[in-house]
């Protein structure tokens, strides 16, 4: 992993080999970071990607594995008890080009990947709500 | 629905039973934003997404109900006549991964949707093009 | 294709029958643009997107025709050797809402495609990396 700084933007290339949710998390905590939007693309060979069931209240998860092609990465990195949080969802698209995705519980880069992180200044904590089951936005007044 | 404004960067949640373009178009009223560029993820549970074409210059939809990650939404608000126009574009995995989507027409959140709104300062004015029969970027000189 | 520039923001319309990489390559030399995020949503009828083995060292190609709405189209535009280099990934969905995507190669406007260039001050160099057999981000220090 590798990346610079211009701003407020970070623009940096995670590895063969890397866990993409680790390297973003390396960074976060280096620049500390505690608001940004991330966005990536890049080609991975094993992720791990959740649906939540809300009325289960439980993530459900499904495992792909072979070459994959990142078409979406986006979410945020925010704060949940002052602590780094990120939330990204992410689809890929196989062999075929068919393409397979959800909520990002892991991934493995296999060639490349390149993420834009644009830190905004500003701080948004997380909450449990238990009504959803989620950590959830909660806006200080 | 709530949201938080820094700088020129606004974070949004939306709610369980809400829907997001209603969501969006409520900030943007009370921001007074004229022209921003969008992007969010979340779920979703019953949303309607178009395919347009060309030839006919009609949309065709399609509908999907059940637990559904958005993977990827992202657009525009720019302005017809001064009023404020939306354009989204949404994919969403469902409880096997696979994605589907098109052009946003309606999307209920069934537990949260994180957006984030970039706004930019000027205008952008769509103008009806009767050759392709859409509203399109009309800039000004 | 028209454009304008608010700041560091680019609206851009690629119109009918134009190819996205040739009309942002356009937009990138007459600007002078040498490091940039792209995003874009529109809609095509005629696109090829790769994915890229590793163990190989080769992109395999998938072509789609047909009416389609981009749900993501991602990426940087970097420099090699201090020329114009973008790296896009995009997906689309066809009639039925399903949806194909990976590295883009090619990808013809049926209708129009609005795309948002945000420009950052600073430049990022690729190299030609022969492990994994493309072209890098080369950060210099």
Same mark, same amino acid.
């Given at each position: ?16 080999? %890397? ?49 994959? %092609? ?27 080009? %068919? ?43």
């Amino acid at each position: 992993m590798d990346y610079r700084r211009f701003g407020d933007r970070i623009l940096a290339r995670f590895d063969k080999g %890397e866990e993409i949710h680790e390297q973003l998390k390396a960074i976060a905590l280096r620049e500390n970071i505690k608001l940004a939007e991330v966005s990536a693309l890049g080609a991975v060979d094993d992720f791990t990607v959740g649906v939540y069931k809300v009325a289960e209240k439980k993530y459900y998860a499904n495992s792909f594995q072979g070459p994959f %092609e990142i078409v979406s990465l986006t979410g945020t990195i925010t704060t949940m008890n002052g602590a780094y949080y990120a939330h990204l969802h992410m689809s890929a698209g196989d062999e075929k080009g %068919e393409v397979y995705g959800g909520h990002l519980n892991r991934a493995m880069v296999s060639a490349t990947c390149e993420a834009v992180i644009s830190i905004i200044d500003g701080t948004v904590e997380r909450r449990f709500d238990p009504e959803v089951g989620l950590n959830l936005f909660a806006f200080q007044s």
